[in-house]
């Protein structure tokens, strides 16, 4: 009698698991059939929505077992070995290759790109597969991470879109600011000269004004001690800040830029110090104090993050640290859609003792944009943008600033997007030490 021996059977029940999981993306799989020297099948991507399909093939070897303990396994992952005619096979081809292992009576796969995996020369001599149990399930929920796999060898293919409902957190924050402009000629030419006389009269004065052509724009009102003294107050004139705001006027937008710059200045004191040379707003260090945390509203709770920190020692004199660092933040107001909203790109400030910049600080930021992932420029700027909306707000000891005010834009929401655990998967360094991945979690 003819036999079908229980290797095929679980070779079978392999294969049929693997195109499951295929068919439940939306994609669709041929299986090789017949004498194959190791490959069992293709996945052809496609549209789930249009059904259109447009040549892009995945190879795949799959591999079933009942064995019920793995290679090597522990708790987080297990080995899996390949001959080296096996890899020299699918590393000389010229259509990606995903690699599958079942597990029939746990219901479970696993799935790794060979190309992708043994392109590290330590890993080819090795001649072995790592998988890991909680990143390299295959389910439908690999879907993106298939596709971007599919796109690694095709320059300029177009895939289908993952079809995921995402919310896009924008570096933009909304602003409001007076409805009220002042205009007034005055005998001062410039910004200086102006600023000067303004400071004998008044130290305290606000700087919520700019001086053009010999007249002063500002959002404070001219007709009144100190501004009358400086300027011919009898001329003044009243507009309403959309004239400058909404104008198609090339100048006037710039001059309106400039004085929202004027009032940014005077709304982020006394927590902020501005560097006028990166133009950064940073966390100032307090006198006695070499570490400063701030507790901001992020996703979903309030958390830590250190501000102000001290690092390194100095050869000469162990006791003080090499440089300070400062979270800081470049920002720039734009208009857009009949809207001015204002763009926050978070950075950090280095100084030589918590007040004076330090002459390596370019180095210092090279190095640091070199470690840090998404997440930490997101918690960065979830941070900043709960500064800009709660500071200046009014108190049982002070009013709110008048000039000008932050609110949170809505989230933008698409209807396709990328599966968040497949860009952690791809950072450049999701260990980070600038980023707590559980804060990252509770934070979202």
């Given at each position: 009698m003819k036999r079908i021996g229980r290797s095929d059977i679980i070779g079978q029940r392999g294969m049929a698991h693997i195109e499951g999981i295929v068919l439940s993306m939306g994609f669709m799989f041929y299986p090789t059939g017949g004498v194959e020297a190791g490959i069992d099948g293709f996945i052809e991507l496609r549209d789930d929505e249009t059904g259109a399909v447009g040549n892009l093939l995945l190879q795949v070897q799959g591999k079933s077992t009942e064995r019920r303990r793995l290679?090597?396994?522990?708790?987080?992952?297990?080995?899996?070995?390949?001959s080296e005619a096996d890899i020299g096979y699918w590393m000389q081809g010229t259509a990606p290759v995903l690699f599958i292992v079942v597990l029939p009576e746990k219901g479970v796969a696993y799935w790794k790109s060979i190309k992708s995996w043994f392109s590290d020369p330590d890993r080819l001599k090795a001649r072995k597969i790592i998988f890991y149990k909680k990143t390299d399930l295959f389910t439908k929920e690999a879907k993106a991470a298939v596709t971007?796999?599919?796109?690694?060898?095709?320059?300029?293919?177009?895939?289908p879109s993952a079809r995921i409902e995402e919310e896009l957190l924008v570096n933009l924050v909304g602003i409001s600011f007076a409805r009220t402009l002042y205009w007034a000629p005055?005998?001062?030419?410039?910004?200086?000269?102006?600023g000067a006389a303004l400071r004998e009269l008044d130290p305290?004065?606000?700087?919520?004004?700019?001086?053009?052509?010999?007249?002063?724009?500002?959002?404070?009102?001219?007709?009144?001690?100190?501004?009358?003294?400086?300027?011919?107050?009898?001329?003044?004139?009243?507009f309403g800040s959309d004239e400058w705001s909404g104008s198609d006027d090339e100048d006037r937008q710039r001059d309106f830029v400039a004085l929202l710059n004027r009032a940014m200045s005077e709304?982020?004191?006394?927590?902020?110090?501005?560097?006028r040379d990166s133009g950064a707003y940073f966390f100032r260090k307090p006198k006695n104090r070499d570490r400063v945390r701030y507790a901001y509203k992020s996703l979903k709770s309030f958390v830590p993050r250190d501000v102000v920190k001290r690092y390194g020692k100095r050869r000469a004199d162990p006791s003080q640290p090499t440089y300070w660092r400062h979270s800081a933040f470049l920002h720039r107001f734009v208009?857009?859609?009949?809207?001015?909203?204002?763009?926050?790109t978070p950075t950090y400030h280095f100084t030589r003792d918590g007040y004076n910049s330090n002459l390596f600080s370019g180095e210092y930021l090279k190095k640091i944009k070199e470690f840090e992932n998404n997440a930490a420029v997101m918690g960065?700027?979830?941070?900043?943008?709960?500064?800009?909306?709660?500071?200046?707000?009014?108190?049982l000891y002070t009013d709110r600033y008048p000039y000008l005010a932050f609110a949170p834009l809505e989230p933008l929401t698409l209807n396709a997007g990328v599966p968040d655990d497949l860009w952690k998967s791809q950072e450049a360094n999701p260990n980070s030490p600038l980023f707590d991945w559980a804060q990252a979690e509770r934070a979202e």
């Open positions: 290679q090597a396994e522990t708790d987080e992952s297990f080995e899996f070995p390949c971007a796999v599919a796109l690694s060898t095709v320059p300029g293919a177009i895939a005055t005998s001062y030419s410039t910004d200086k000269s102006f305290k004065a606000g700087s919520e004004w700019i001086v053009r052509g010999k007249a002063v724009l500002s959002f404070h009102n001219l007709d009144v001690w100190p501004w009358n003294l400086l300027c011919e107050a009898e001329a003044m004139e009243e709304f982020v004191r006394p927590a902020l110090w501005h560097d208009f857009l859609d009949g809207d001015w909203l204002i763009e926050i960065q700027f979830v941070m900043w943008r709960h500064f800009l909306v709660s500071h200046g707000a009014a108190d």
